[in-house]
């Protein structure tokens, strides 16, 4: 069984065009999570948001917006692609415990912009 | 912003040697995880260690974490060639995840 799963596993998109990357959680978890990791292997946060709050770093450019239908969703969406998005973007999620919330992550969308 | 910071950047060792990864941190922490990444693959959860523990095994896995310098060490023993793979640490301030850049693991046969 897929615990956290992403769709597409890749994705390549000209610069100006809107793209959403879907996410699905199977875990019963309460919290959900978007990380973008570029080509130096840095994994930079994005967003985390469970059913009370959205938590939005603030590096984060308003061109990109998470919406959840429900509990198990995380989806990505990102208007206006630019070229510095091309990256690698992970879904994650976890229990909202500051004692035990190890992560648990999808596979990746490789996201490439031309 | 990144919160750990890994050391070294790549390790290269001969399977059965062990392998030792050190990551430092600059704020207090609730808990200090070790996730593995093999190549274009998502990362996995290895072991969590809380700001009150000092040490912790899981299989061949031994995790330190030293709260007063800042700092947990990932220790792998008799290692493997599927080993290899890229290690993290993120450090955990409430519920909020700070990942280390990692460290490039590689285990020759």
């Known amino acids: 069984d897929t615990a956290v799963s992403q769709t597409p596993k890749y994705l390549v998109t000209q610069m100006g065009n809107d793209k959403s990357i879907k996410c699905e959680q199977n875990?019963?978890?309460?919290?959900m999570y978007w990380y973008k990791q570029d080509s130096k292997k840095f994994l930079k946060i994005m967003f985390s948001y469970n059913n009370k709050e959205l938590i939005i770093n603030e590096t984060v450019p308003n061109r990109f917006s998470p919406k959840s239908p429900d509990k198990a969703h995380l989806n990505l969406h990102i208007n206006s692609l630019e070229l510095g998005d091309s990256a690698v973007y992970f879904c994650?999620?976890?229990?909202?415990?500051?004692?035990?919330?190890?992560?648990?992550f999808g596979p990746g969308t490789r996201l490439t912009v031309l | 912003s990144q919160q750990g910071e890994e050391d070294p950047q790549a390790l290269s060792i001969q399977e059965g040697e062990n392998a030792t990864m050190n990551c430092s941190y600059k704020t207090s922490i609730n808990n200090l995880q070790w996730y593995r990444q093999n190549s274009g693959r998502g990362l996995v959860h290895l072991i969590l260690?809380?700001?009150?523990?000092r040490e912790k095994h899981s299989g061949r896995l031994r995790v330190t974490l030293d709260t007063s310098k800042k700092s947990s060490s990932l220790l792998i023993t008799a290692s493997r060639a599927a080993d290899t793979a890229s290690y993290f640490c993120?450090?955990?301030?409430?519920?909020?995840?700070?990942f280390g850049a990692g460290t490039r693991l590689t285990v020759k046969p």
């Open positions: 260690i809380r700001s009150n523990e």
């Open positions: 875990l019963g978890h309460d919290t």
């Open positions: 993120a450090t955990a301030i409430n519920n909020d995840m700070r």
């Open positions: 994650a999620s976890s229990h909202l415990s500051v004692s035990s919330n190890e992560q648990f």
